[in-house]
């Protein structure tokens, strides 16, 4: 029993009325125009009030214009499912997004606006005419005037037993257009799917836009891995080895701090720029390009601050930094950064050997180092290496790591010229 009542006086049923009767008001203005167009045809008819040929011939004429104005306008459709979303109870996820992008999207538009209009005129006629009605029935017994007055009411309701039954009479109307009124939002909501509901193309086109939002984040976070990774692994090491000789070599103290404030400097800096793309909202299409050095620009610097965290870092550079295109040399001083950073990380103190190679339209980026006997395993690689392999298959390279003969060597090669 209370599932009836709330299907029928429920807040989704009185939202679905709501939605009806906000189709019926919709479709006013087209049945005026519908009545001066045919109005013609039926010389004398009132346009307000007209029989219910003329009526039907306004609806007939009303109902294709409404669905021109649908394919006219291509906001309707985004109207409509803000509509349906709100006052229908239909998950968003099963709706398209935006306007339509072919002419089908277009075309079930259309046939949406036309059935929610139609269906909620005959409704909100229904909701017009049947409650004063039916109050005039529940209330005939208690004024036995209403039987003398020219309501038009049937003679078997203005005799003695007919208006006895007229209460109930007036009642099952309510009830039926209760029922109506349900049946008809729970069909608009089961139809607003097929019609309104994303297309093969708005499914493809959500798709590329959430691939490309996940690129973009995986990029940020590419960055803001290797650069505040890196910085915290030189950090660590140099604060650590400043702490164990303070009292005995306070120069290299004072180089250890030095060294410390460029590291952070330099990635607060990098830090910032990454994330004011998101404050800002501006296209990250590339946020490496305002954010990240260059091998050209900084690899010594990087070499530098790596040798003052500790290890010995030898470095053999066989091309030409300043002739590489600006998005390979990015992605290699990421990639040097990351291999750096896993020396410092995994292979506490141990020298590393930096070679950089630029051959047969190939960039070779090579890092080794020993791999100390009490150092875990990486074969299985991390976060770091996952993002050295991604940015090698972008650019359309290979990266490759792992530990042979007590060394730990990753090679990474990125092509330099355009591919056939």
């Known amino acids: 029993m209370r599932g009836a009542v709330s299907a029928l006086c429920g807040r989704r049923a009185c939202l679905r009325w709501v939605h009806l009767v906000l189709g019926g008001a919709l479709l006013m203005p087209y049945m005026l125009v519908a009545a001066v167009a045919v109005g013609p045809l039926f010389p004398g008819e009132p346009l307000l009030f007209g029989s219910v040929v003329f009526l039907l011939s306004c609806f007939a ?60 005129a005959v409704l909100s006629g229904a909701m017009l005419a049947t409650p004063p009605f039916a109050v005039v029935l529940i209330v005939l017994p208690l004024f036995p005037g209403l039987r003398d007055t020219r309501l038009g ?5 203005v005799d003695s037993w007919g208006a006895a039954l007229a209460p109930v009479v007036g009642a099952a109307l309510l009830l039926a257009l209760a029922g109506c009124a349900a049946g008809a939002g729970a069909l608009l909501a089961r139809c607003a799917p097929p019609l309104l509901g994303p297309t093969p193309a708005d499914r493809l086109a959500a798709a590329e836009a959430r691939a490309a939002d996940l690129a973009v984040r995986n990029r940020l976070a590419r960055e803001l891995h290797d650069s505040v990774g890196h910085a915290l692994s030189a950090v660590t090491l140099q604060a650590g080895a400043a702490r164990r000789v303070l009292d005995t ?24 720029a990454v994330l004011g793309l998101l404050r800002t909202g501006d296209d990250p299409a590339d946020p490496a390009a305002a ?53 410092l990380r995994h292979a506490v103190g141990a020298p590393v050997a930096l070679q950089v ?15 100390p006997a009490d150092a875990a395993s990486r074969s299985g690689g991390g976060r770091g290496l996952r993002g050295v392999a991604e940015r090698a298959r972008l650019l359309g390279g290979t990266a490759r790591a792992g530990a042979a003969d007590g060394r730990w060597t990753l090679d990474v090669r990125l092509p330099v010229e355009a591919r056939p």
Do not use: K, M
């Open 357 to 371: 190679e630029l051959a047969d339209g190939e960039l070779r980026l090579t890092l080794t180092n020993p791999v």
């Open 249 to 272: 070599d306070p120069d290299f103290v004072r180089e250890a701090l030095a060294a410390i404030e460029d590291t952070t400097r330099r990635t607060v800096g990098e830090l910032d």
């Open 153 to 157: 009411l049937p003679e078997l309701l």
């Open 61 to 120: 004429v009303a109902l294709p214009l409404a669905a021109l104005t649908a394919a006219a306008f291509p906001l309707a459709r985004p109207l409509a499912v803000g509509l349906v979303r709100a006052l229908c109870g239909v998950p968003g996820g099963r709706l398209a997004q935006g306007p339509g992008r072919s002419w089908a999207a277009r075309g079930r538009a259309c046939a949406w606006y036309a059935l929610h209009l139609g269906v909620g």
């Open 291 to 343: 954010a990240a050095p260059t091998l050209a620009d900084d690899l010594d610097g990087l070499l530098s601050r790596t040798r003052a965290a500790g290890p010995a870092v030898t470095a053999d550079v066989d091309a030409d930094l300043d002739a590489l295109p600006a998005l390979v040399s990015r992605e290699a001083y990421r990639i040097v950064q990351e291999g750096l950073s896993n020396a």
